[in-house]
C-alpha cells in the first residue's frame, strides 16, 4: 500500500548531469577504511545544536515550552528530562525554532526522539554523499526511511536542513497518517516526501521498493531490544542513569528531584515495532542486509544505526559473505551515550562515482 503525498518520482536514468544549481558545501571526508570506525568526540560539527539550547529562543518560537522550562541547580534555564512532556514540548520549539517545522507531534505513547541525535545521524549521511568533498544539497538525492515511526523525525529534517526527497515506510498505520499530517502542514515537506505502509512486517524493502525506482541512501533506527521485558528494563535503566548523573553534577537533594519525577515510561513513549521486535537488533539487522542484497543496483548505500558494538562483528560477517563491495562504521557520540552507522553498498568504486555525477 502507498499514500503519495507528492506524485510519484521519475526513476534514475544513466543519463544527465547533476544540477550545476544544487549548493556545496565543504566537508571532512568519511574514511574509506571498511570497518574501521571514524570517531567523534560529540556532535557533528555541522549539528545547529552544539552549544546547546537556546531557551530564551526557543519559547519566543513556542511560547508553550515556558511552562517546562525551570533553572537548574547553576541557575541555567533547562527542562526535566525525565519527563516525557517537557521532552516533547522541547522537540517541537526546536523543530519549529531550528527546522521551520509546523505543527509536529505525536500521538500518546509513541517514541519521542532526540532531536540533536537525530539529525546528526543526516549530517554523517550528507558526508557519506558528499562529491569530491562538497555536501551534496537539494532534490537530486533521494533517501528511503525504513521504519520511520509516528514521529517521522528523519525525512523531516532530512528535508528541511539538506532539501533531499524521501520514501518514509513503517508497518504502523498509525505511525504513516501520523507523519501525514505533519507533512499537510509544510509545503517545503509534502512536496519532497512519500509515505508507504509495509503491509507485511517480514520485509525490510520488499513492498517499499518499486522495480524501476533508486535511492541514493537508506535509513534505518532498528529496535533496541528483542521483548516488552528487555524494553522495560532498559527504560528503567535510563531512568536510573539519568538520577545518577544528577546526584554527581547537584548533589542529592537534586537525585531525590529527579528520581520522584522520572518514571520508566519506555524511553519516553515507543510502540512495539519502534522498540522492539523478536530477536532484537541483532535479528532485525541480519534480516535487512540479507534483504538488501536483492536490491544492490538499485541503492548507492545502505546505512543502520546500530545501538549495541557486539552486533558488528556479525554484520560485517554477512556482509561479506554476501560480497558487500564497501562496508564503512561511523561513530557518534552525543553526551554519555555512544552509538554508530553501519554503511554499506554493493556497488564498485567507479558505479558510485558514475552515479553522483548522473544524478538529475
Not at 570506525?37 to 537556546?54: E, F, I
Not at 522541547?90 to 509536529?104: D, V
Not at 569530491?132 to 537539494?138: D, M, P, S, Y
Not at 524493502?205 to 534505518?220: P, Q, S
Request: proline share 7%; aromatic share 8%.
Amino acid at each position: 500500500m502507498t499514500r503519495s503525498i507528492t506524485p510519484p518520482m521519475r526513476a534514475k536514468h544513466n543519463t544527465g548531469k547533476r544540477s550545476p544549481s544544487r549548493s556545496a558545501t565543504k566537508v571532512n571526508p568519511v574514511s574509506e577504511k571498511p570497518n574501521k570506525p571514524v570517531l567523534s568526540k560529540a556532535l557533528h560539527p555541522r549539528n545547529a545544536h552544539l552549544q546547546g539550547y537556546d531557551f530564551a529562543a526557543l519559547i519566543i518560537a513556542m511560547p508553550a515550552l515556558a511552562t517546562f522550562v525551570r533553572p537548574n541547580p547553576y541557575g541555567n534555564p533547562s527542562i526535566d528530562f525525565a519527563d516525557p512532556k517537557a521532552v516533547k514540548s522541547l522537540n517541537a520549539a526546536l523543530l519549529l525554532s531550528e527546522y521551520h517545522i509546523n505543527g509536529w507531534d505525536i500521538p500518546e505513547g509513541y517514541l519521542c526522539p532526540p532531536v540533536p541525535g537525530r539529525v546528526d545521524y543526516l549530517h554523517y549521511i550528507a558526508d557519506l554523499l558528499a562529491v569530491n568533498g562538497n555536501v551534496v544539497k537539494g532534490a537530486g538525492i533521494r533517501g528511503l526511511d525504513i521504519g520511520t515511526g509516528a514521529n517521522g523525525i528523519y525525512p523531516l529534517l532530512g528535508i528541511q536542513a539538506y532539501g533531499w526527497q524521501f520514501v518514509a515506510s513503517d508497518i504502523d498505520p498509525v505511525s504513516i497518517d501520523n507523519v501525514a499530517k505533519i507533512a499537510q502542514q509544510n509545503i517545503q515537506i509534502a512536496t519532497h516526501l512519500q509515505l508507504r505502509l509495509q503491509p507485511q512486517p517480514e520485509h525490510v524493502f520488499k513492498n517499499i521498493i518499486a522495480a524501476d525506482e533508486y535511492f541514493d541512501v537508506t535509513l534505518c533506527n532498528p529496535p533496541f531490544h528483542g521483548s516488552l521485558a528487555e524494553a522495560s528494563e532498559g527504560s528503567l535503566r535510563k531512568v536510573k542513569n539519568l538520577a545518577k548523573n544528577q546526584q554527581q553534577k547537584h548533589g542529592q537533594q537534586s537525585r531525590k528531584l529527579v528520581v520522584s519525577q522520572a518514571k520508566p515510561t519506555l524511553n519516553f513513549g515507543g510502540q512495539k515495532a519502534e522498540l522492539w521486535c523478536d530477536g532484537g537488533e541483532q535479528k532485525f539487522l541480519a534480516n535487512m542486509i540479507k534483504q538488501s542484497h536483492d536490491y544492490a543496483n538499485q541503492v548507492l548505500w545502505f546505512t543502520s544505526l546500530v545501538s549495541k558494538s557486539d552486533n558488528l562483528k556479525p554484520c560485517y560477517q554477512l556482509l561479506k559473505q554476501l560480497n558487500a563491495v564497501e562496508v564503512k562504521t561511523i561513530e557518534m557520540t552525543q553526551g554519555n551515550k555512544a552509538t554508530r552507522i553501519l554503511a554499506w553498498s554493493f556497488l564498485t568504486p567507479e558505479i558510485r562515482q558514475q552515479w553522483a555525477t548522473l544524478r538529475p
